[in-house]
């Protein structure tokens, strides 16, 4: 099959990372997102607006994928905030081949008592988990949802609702360092890209949202070994393929624990300054070609930054972006307190470090943007 020539249909609660990417590989590409931001409609042949995932049924899926197709055949290859919708996806229409992981895979990975099932039977880490009731009283634990994103699910069980959904689960807090690792996979076996590092940047409201992350963190031969290990056993359990991401925690006592896989493109692979062989590699480890030697992707030092509003916010005409910024909102839109603005990508070098970079582009876009009143 000559897949150069057929369109890359992406659907994702933001699809501007991969846009680009396929894009820079030389594919067509339609979008149906939720933002629309600036830079997406830059690179995209069609763009079709989604309302906010949680109100997505099958029927207006499917209806605003038919409308951004018109029939003609595509491959759909699924980016965030998949995990909330994956099974209202199916059937889909003849016209649309969906390349990436089954919906049975992400059902898997995304219903709790299922997935730590699975870590227990390789005999794998992670935090004590409990499934069936909250604990009471006690900033040890923390209430998570299996279908959440960039930490805003994860509240201490002292102050979270006693609302049990679907796909809640309870774990002990664990004290250390989290990162991710983003690895390619075939269903039958795994190679690992990058290993990340993962900082907070906690509110009121959200204590464990995802502020930055960076790459390459340097982990201890034994370390790396087992996440190795582990992303390949778990690919053969679960037909894992293309580009996927494990997070995990190192503890204070030195022991890495297991906590979430997200069977998808994860932002950590905005850190790969090659994108474009990336999301080459990613379409062919789908279709089941692993590269079998180290690829050239780049490894250089970099770090991802989300800009969160700290009141609400206008963006105004004619606003200058440094390059490094991304997710770039349209004019006039009002971004909410708590709310991304953007994100940058920076690269360090001696003479300033990541957070020293990242700071001077916010005080660039903050000089810029509209208080709201």
């Given at each position: 099959?000559?897949?150069q020539?057929?369109?890359?249909?992406?659907f994702?609660?933001?699809?501007r990372?991969?846009?680009?990417?396929a894009?820079?590989?030389g594919?067509?590409v339609?979008v149906?997102?939720?933002?629309?931001d600036?830079d997406?409609l830059?690179?995209v042949?069609r763009?079709?607006?989604?309302?906010?995932?949680?109100k997505?049924?099958?029927?207006?899926?499917?209806a605003?994928l038919s409308?951004?197709?018109?029939g003609e055949?595509?491959?759909?290859?699924c980016?965030s905030?998949?995990?909330?919708c994956?099974?209202?996806l199916?059937?889909?229409?003849?016209?649309?081949?969906l390349?990436?992981?089954?919906?049975?895979?992400?059902?898997?990975?995304?219903?709790?008592?299922?997935f730590f099932?699975l870590?227990?039977?390789h005999?794998f880490n992670?935090p004590?988990t409990?499934?069936?009731?909250?604990?009471r009283?006690d900033?040890?634990?923390?209430?998570k949802?299996?279908?959440g994103?960039?930490?805003?699910h994860?509240?201490?069980?002292?102050l979270a609702?006693?609302i049990?959904?679907?796909d809640?689960y309870?774990?002990?807090?664990?004290s250390?360092?989290?990162?991710?690792?983003?690895f390619?996979?075939?269903?039958?076996q795994a190679?690992l890209?990058s290993?990340?590092?993962?900082?907070l940047a906690?509110?009121?409201?959200?204590?464990?949202?995802?502020?930055?992350?960076?790459s390459?963190?340097?982990l201890s031969?034994?370390?790396?070994?087992y996440l190795d290990?582990?992303?390949?056993?778990?690919?053969?359990?679960?037909?894992?393929?293309?580009?996927?991401?494990?997070?995990?925690?190192?503890?204070?006592l030195?022991?890495?624990?297991?906590?979430?896989?997200?069977p998808?493109?994860?932002a950590s692979a905005?850190?790969v300054?090659n994108?474009?062989?990336?999301?080459?590699?990613?379409?062919?480890?789908?279709?089941?070609?692993?590269?079998?030697?180290?690829s050239?992707?780049?490894?250089?030092?970099?770090s991802?930054?989300?800009?969160?509003?700290?009141?609400?916010?206008?963006?105004?005409?004619?606003?200058?972006?440094?390059?490094?910024c991304?997710?770039l909102?349209?004019a006039?839109?009002t971004i909410?307190?708590?709310?991304?603005?953007?994100?940058?990508?920076?690269?360090p070098?001696?003479?300033?470090s990541?957070?020293?970079l990242?700071q001077l582009?916010?005080?660039?876009?903050?000089?810029q943007?509209?208080?709201?009143?």
């Amino acid at each position: 099959m000559q897949t150069q020539n057929i369109p890359i249909l992406i659907f994702a609660q933001s699809g501007r990372f991969l846009a680009e990417s396929a894009t820079q590989s030389g594919y067509r590409v339609w979008v149906a997102d939720c933002y629309g931001d600036t830079d997406l409609l830059a690179v995209v042949e069609r763009w079709q607006s989604l309302p906010p995932f949680a109100k997505l049924t099958h029927e207006t899926i499917i209806a605003s994928l038919s409308e951004l197709t018109g029939g003609e055949q595509c491959m759909l290859i699924c980016g965030s905030g998949i995990e909330h919708c994956y099974h209202l996806l199916f059937p889909l229409p003849v016209n649309i081949q969906l390349i990436g992981n089954t919906p049975d895979t992400v059902h898997t990975i995304k219903t709790p008592a299922l997935f730590f099932d699975l870590l227990d039977q390789h005999d794998f880490n992670y935090p004590d988990t409990q499934f069936d009731e909250m604990p009471r009283n006690d900033l040890t634990w923390l209430k998570k949802q299996a279908t959440g994103m960039g930490g805003t699910h994860i509240q201490y069980t002292m102050l979270a609702t006693d609302i049990i959904e679907v796909d809640t689960y309870y774990q002990r807090f664990v004290s250390g360092n989290s990162g991710s690792c983003l690895f390619l996979a075939d269903g039958h076996q795994a190679r690992l890209v990058s290993i990340n590092h993962q900082q907070l940047a906690p509110n009121n409201q959200h204590p464990f949202r995802l502020g930055r992350i960076e790459s390459a963190w340097q982990l201890s031969a034994s370390h790396n070994d087992y996440l190795d290990k582990v992303v390949n056993q778990l690919t053969i359990a679960l037909t894992l393929v293309g580009l996927n991401s494990l997070d995990f925690i190192i503890s204070d006592l030195n022991k890495l624990l297991i906590l979430e896989i997200n069977p998808r493109v994860s932002a950590s692979a905005e850190l790969v300054n090659n994108t474009d062989t990336l999301f080459k590699e990613h379409l062919d480890a789908c279709l089941g070609r692993l590269p079998r030697a180290q690829s050239s992707l780049n490894q250089s030092v970099a770090s991802l930054l989300y800009h969160y509003a700290m009141s609400d916010l206008i963006i105004p005409d004619n606003m200058l972006w440094p390059e490094e910024c991304h997710d770039l909102p349209a004019a006039g839109l009002t971004i909410k307190q708590g709310e991304p603005i953007c994100t940058s990508r920076v690269e360090p070098d001696e003479n300033a470090s990541a957070i020293q970079l990242h700071q001077l582009i916010e005080q660039k876009v903050l000089k810029q943007l509209i208080t709201a009143t």
